[in-house]
């Protein structure tokens, strides 16, 4: 168990819909991180907040966002949802935010739609 | 940018048996190096990391890896695998001086034990 907590395991929807994805990071990690893994792209990195403040952004659509909130969970708000985003939305967190930190994953969130 | 290549996306090894998995990686500017495990329906487990000093990191559960800066390449090697290693392996870097952590995975390598 890494201590970073993700809900729901689970998520079926349909297309054109909005999901909404919660990470809890390790106690005392100030750093989220969102990736995600699908057959087709592999593992992507989404986006990085570090204290509540967009630290890094990768290949992220932009009908994805995210938020780090003061108690420091983070959403993944996912909207007008298609096939191809299916696939499994891992969380992770760290330490502080610099590259030499260790990102702690998440068991994922599966994301099905149907 | 970085970028990543594993590759064996499929590698069927003994129980017993050495197993040596291959990246390498491509990138403009100095990079950190991972090795993450994915067992069945779990999330990542980082094995080991490649930060700075001997070129040869040990890690978790008995895996090495060598770093070849010369050849762009950190391969990871079990000289004895288990039953329980069956899993997915990830090489990954992140660019040191980046204001961000941005992991970029390479596709990963299925390790299948057989008994």
């Known amino acids: 168990d890494s201590g970073v907590t993700q809900t729901p395991k689970h998520l079926i929807t349909a297309t054109g819909q909005r999901v909404t994805l919660r990470c809890s990071p390790r106690?005392?990690?100030?750093?989220v991180y969102w990736y995600q893994q699908s057959l087709d792209q592999g593992l992507q990195f989404l986006i990085q907040?570090?204290?509540?403040?967009?630290?890094a952004k990768g290949n992220i659509l932009e009908r994805f966002s995210a938020q780090q909130f003061p108690d420091l969970h983070s959403e993944l708000n996912l909207s007008s949802l298609e096939l191809g985003d299916s696939a499994l939305y891992f969380c992770?967190?760290?330490?502080?935010?610099?590259?030499?930190?260790?990102?702690?994953f998440g068991p994922g969130t599966r994301l099905t739609v149907l | 940018a970085q970028s990543v290549t594993q590759l064996d996306s499929q590698v069927p090894v003994f129980e017993e048996a050495p197993v040596e998995l291959r990246c390498n990686y491509s990138?403009?500017?100095?990079?950190?190096l991972f090795w993450y495990v994915q067992y069945p329906n779990q999330g990542l487990q980082l094995l080991l990391k490649?930060?700075?000093?001997?070129?040869l990191v040990k890690g978790i559960n008995g895996f090495e890896a060598e770093f070849n800066k010369s050849q762009t390449s950190f391969h990871l090697r079990k000289p004895s695998v288990h039953i329980s290693d069956t899993a997915e392996y990830f090489c990954?870097?992140?660019?040191?001086?980046?204001?961000?952590?941005?992991?970029?995975f390479g596709g990963g390598t299925r390790v299948l034990v057989k008994p």
């Open positions: 992770a967190s760290s330490t502080l935010a610099g590259s030499y930190n260790e990102q702690f």
């Open positions: 106690s005392g990690d100030l750093s």
């Open positions: 907040y570090y204290n509540g403040e967009e630290r």
């Open positions: 990138s403009s500017v100095s990079v950190y």
């Open positions: 490649y930060l700075s000093g001997s070129t």
């Open positions: 990954a870097v992140t660019a040191i001086k980046a204001a961000g952590n941005k992991l970029t």
